[in-house]
């Protein structure tokens, strides 16, 4: 590709990430009104913000199959015209349609973030670091502009079925832009052909397990600051208000973070300085937030999302960086995505029971450390010589 290719190339591949789980975040802030006029309780609830994590790992491995059977950037389109489907079956199809649309959208987003990937490493085998800290940002201010946006558009529209729809509009203007990078720029001849790219061979490599098990643990923890941080700030005295910003606040500072995470590791040379400083950040910026003096909330939430940022963008590095090739890249992120949103989340949940000890501060600060620091034992040993290759 020319330069101006390139560029357009790049431009669109951040448009679709920033369309990676926008949707997903626009649904939380209106759960209050999905309780009330679907009768959900608070099970059922706690349900509807499992789904989206388990969606996502199980669509990844599918992607990895379905790349045999339809080449990777037209399996991109069905993907997303997929995830647009589940978008409008969650907006009217009542209670089925609430949780089926979820899990439909979630499997469209899952195929198109996993496949993506394997596109990235063929097309800027030169530019990964870079490109995934840019990935990683999108997908942050996605998730931010989906959750602060929702209420706002929902009462403009007049309720949250059409509040929720909405979010197919972006998914649309994503999918047909994809469209015409595809079908209207010149093509190699390898992007006209499928991609076999089975999981099976990685299960007997090493650096294969290491990446996933970082995957896994960096859900975990971040799943479990997602769910939990605020009702334990709200615990310890902080105002409503206050409390949901902490994670907003957080969010805004991993977007810089994660653009900037390549130039950080060169500056501290090398990545594994970068993953034990972001990872030792974070775990020590939890324990600030929830153990100091409640006026350092802002100090330690910032702190908080430049550690958080950097990690999203080191998870994503090591998927492209330690595989081999395009089929490689796909069968690796369909591993260590699947793996890392079941396995991360199901971790976060069998860990939830820590809210109703005395001091669920102390005890989520703990966990949170210990899903950390296994991060960083499994991340180190990504760093070693050699590529997964299927």
């Known amino acids: ?181 595809i079908y209207f720029s010149p093509a190699a001849p390898e992007q006209q052909h499928t991609v076999r790219a089975p999981i099976a061979p990685l299960l007997r490599q090493q650096k294969a397990w290491a990446v996933s098990l970082f995957y896994l643990f960096r859900v975990a923890g971040a799943w479990l600051l997602i769910v939990w941080l605020a009702t334990i700030m709200r615990q310890r005295g902080l105002p409503l208000v206050e409390a949901g910003l902490v994670l907003a606040l957080s969010t805004a500072f991993q977007i810089p973070a994660a653009l900037l995470s390549s130039r950080i590791a060169e500056w501290l040379g090398g990545r594994s300085r970068l993953m034990t400083a972001a990872i030792l950040t974070s775990t020590g910026a939890c324990w600030g937030l929830l153990l100091a003096p409640l006026t350092l909330w802002p100090v330690f939430s910032v702190f908080l999302g430049v550690g958080l940022g950097c990690i999203f963008a080191l998870g994503m590095t090591l998927i492209v960086e330690n595989a081999a090739d395009e089929a490689s890249t796909v069968a690796l992120s369909g591993l260590a995505q699947g793996m890392g949103f079941i396995g991360g989340g199901l971790l976060a949940w069998v860990a939830s029971p820590i809210m109703q000890t005395e001091r669920p501060d102390i005890w989520m600060a703990t966990t949170y450390t210990i899903f950390a620091l296994s991060g960083l034992f499994f991340g180190l040993r990504c760093n070693r010589p050699g590529q997964c290759r299927v």
Request: glycine fraction near 14%.
């Open 1 to 181: 590709m020319n330069r101006s290719q390139r560029i357009h190339f790049i431009i669109i591949f951040l448009l679709v990430s920033f369309n990676l789980r926008m949707s997903f975040s626009a649904a939380d802030p209106l759960l209050v009104f999905l309780m009330r006029d679907l009768g959900l309780s608070v099970s059922d609830s706690g349900l509807f913000g499992l789904l989206p994590i388990m969606a996502l790992g199980a669509a990844a491995p599918l992607g990895a199959r379905l790349v045999s059977i339809i080449r990777p950037r037209l399996l991109i389109i069905y993907a997303l015209l997929l995830a647009i489907g589940g978008v409008v079956w969650r907006s009217y199809g009542g209670v089925v349609g609430l949780y089926g649309g979820t899990v439909v959208s979630g499997l469209g987003l899952g195929i198109t973030g996993s496949v993506i990937l394997g596109i990235v490493k063929q097309e800027f085998p030169a530019d990964l670091p870079q490109l995934m800290g840019a990935y990683t940002a999108c997908v942050s201010l996605g998730t931010a502009v989906g959750s602060g946006a929702a209420d706002p558009i929902a009462l403009a529209l007049g309720g949250w079925q059409s509040g929720l729809l909405f979010w197919g509009l972006p998914l649309l203007i994503a999918t047909l832009l994809w469209a015409e990078l």
